[in-house]
């Protein structure tokens, strides 16, 4: 009878605590670890190497990723993919899976999962935007015909480490994709935070550390060049999912096919050339975010003097203020009842006014595309020309430096 005791009790305790007998901080630190190889193998996989093609991945790694998420989210390769491809494509419209701009902040950031599992029901959009997915014996027959055994495998996996607790610990590796990547990026990462570039949709970056979304908190840069497996651009941002795709390379397991282009400045040429127009084009949203400095400087400059003159917090100096946040911006991202004060701040200032016509002049280099390039060639040499015969400094630097970037 005692024997019995002792076996029952011993059952008991391994039901309560699991065979590892962990405590609450072990339990923490793995839970911790898990979903954050979690975050690793969608932004590394999922997101840079199946979706944008941005690194090559041995078939080591590669497999180890799909097994990871096939035990923490079930989701299916080509699902995710052909989703997010396509809120690529159609990004900030109806037809957008997971907008905010066009579905609203709080369905994104409350709904978000449910937005991915109704459009991966959508075989248009799997047929379209899904290819070059794996579809090998494992997919078939494991992956994406048993998604729910799975995440049933990992339920059992932490009962049987950490007992009843194990079913919260299982619980928070189900909602961790659901709730960073289906609700804070998709959601914030199009609705607050920063811009480096003015990417053609509303996307932002969330943080410049990224750190416990794998980098994908860097999110307009990835709008700007969503081919590059490096998120960070800035010499201030962090992105610790390059950071893994450096030492997988390293131990050669990864091989990256392309980074964000840097802007390149050598010996200033007598007269703009097309290779001149080129390296422009190819880096035009570094241009773009060089101007904006340009434009941010020159308000800042006359708020300055109005402080000088005892003017600071005058309507005037409160305009200018709100031109330095939005005078860089492209016309049509400027909120419709700012515009009218806007214009006013660069009504009382030539400088402004010329700054931002010409900002309007040089973009219209890439936007063009009934031009030959001869013509866009030429239109640059006339832009330098304008730009040194302005009498504002900022304009007359800019051009210098436009005529020594090269690729």
Known sequence: MSEILVVWEGLVDWLANGVLQAAWWQILAFTLVATHITIASVTIFLHRSQAHRSLDLHPIAAHFFRFWLWLTTGMVTKEWVAIHRKHHAKCETEEDPHSPVAHGIKTVLLTGSELYRAEAKNQETLT???????????????????????????????????????????AVQMLWIPITAAGIINGLGHWWGYRNFEAADASTNI?????????????????????SAKLSVKKYEFDIGWVYIRGLEMLGLAKVRKTPPMLKLGQVKPVADAKTLEAVIANRYEVMAKYARELRRACKDEMRALKQAGAKNSARWKELHLAKRWLHRDDDRIPSELRPQIASACAQSPALAKLVAMREELRQLWTRTN????????????????????????????????????A
């Open 207 to 227: 943080s410049p550390w990224g750190i416990i979304i794998g980098g994908e908190e860097l999110h307009n840069n990835h709008h700007t060049y969503p081919t």
């Open 371 to 406: 031009v030959s390039a001869e013509q866009l060639v030429a239109d640059l040499q006339a832009w330098c020309r304008k730009a040194e015969e302005s009498g504002i400094a900022a304009l007359q630097d800019f051009a210098l430096k436009l005529r020594a970037a090269h």
């Open 128 to 170: 379209k935007y899904g290819h070059n997915t794996p579809d090998d014996w494992m997919e078939r027959n494991v992956y994406s015909r048993f998604t729910w055994q799975g995440v049933g495998l990992m339920l059992i996996i932490d009962l049987a480490l950490f007992g009843a607790i194990g079913a919260t610990v299982w």
